[in-house]
């Protein structure tokens, strides 16, 4: 069965700093998603991707954000300036049209010191 | 918010069914069912959907009320692999590029 991955699995980062979180979707399935998960919390939605496009995102998703598509496969996550309060497990998701359902990558661990 | 009410957390034996109640009192008309889960601190896993009808996959099985109030998720023969955070999410239309709502969902701990 097809997977979504995600690299780095955990990273470790200083406050201030820029991280860049990699997803490699699934081909052919071009919907793709950001959720994170603060310890200990919901999964909560960030952003939505279609057609090298933001289609929805949410109140977290500020300035500090940012999604792209730089080479047509793999899908990122810029967080600009983290602060402590970005640590979170960072999930991607593809979509798959034919059986509406969403299929989640393992996650990356973001420790901001 | 999540648009469900699930209970926090329930134990099951090994080998024995696990039944997952979800309250959905404010679905409307074209609001699907969803069932996801999270083993650990995993991305979370598709398990079902269904709108009114009952549906099975080699998952589970999704039981709705007939006034769609409410649902049950049935593992038929839990496993200590099915230990994990179970969600039921309530979603608009059949369109499935809407993000996922989470709620707390149920801790459901299989038991030896």
């Known amino acids: 069965e097809p997977e979504v991955t995600q690299t780095p699995s955990h990273q470790v980062t200083q406050m201030g700093q820029e991280v860049i979180l990699r997803c490699v979707p699934i081909s052919n399935h071009l919907y793709f998603y950001w959720y994170r998960q603060i310890l200990g919390q919901k999964v909560e939605f960030l952003v939505s991707?279609?057609?090298?496009?933001?289609?929805?995102k949410s109140e977290i998703f500020d300035d500090q954000f940012s999604v792209e598509r730089p080479d047509g496969s793999n899908f990122t996550l810029k967080i600009r300036s983290t602060k402590l309060e970005d640590s979170a497990m960072y999930f991607c998701?593809?979509?798959?049209?034919?059986?509406?359902?969403?299929?989640f990558g393992p996650g990356t661990r973001l420790t901001v010191l | 918010d999540a648009k469900t009410t699930q209970p926090p957390s329930m134990d099951c034996a090994e080998g024995r069914a696990a039944n997952l109640p979800c309250n959905h009192s404010t679905i409307s008309g074209n609001e699907y069912v969803y069932w996801y889960r999270q083993i650990h601190s995993q991305g979370p896993q598709y398990i079902i959907h269904?709108?009114?009808n009952n549906e099975t996959n080699e998952m589970a099985s999704l039981i709705i009320t007939e006034d769609r109030k409410s649902s049950t998720l049935i593992l038929p023969h839990a496993t200590l692999r099915d230990t994990a955070v179970y969600y039921c999410i309530v979603r608009g239309g059949y369109s499935g590029n809407t993000p996922l709502v989470f709620g707390k969902g149920t801790r459901l701990s299989v038991i030896a």
């Open positions: 998701a593809n979509l798959d049209w034919k059986i509406n359902e969403q299929f």
């Open positions: 269904g709108l009114k």
């Open positions: 991707f279609y057609n090298n496009e933001i289609s929805e």
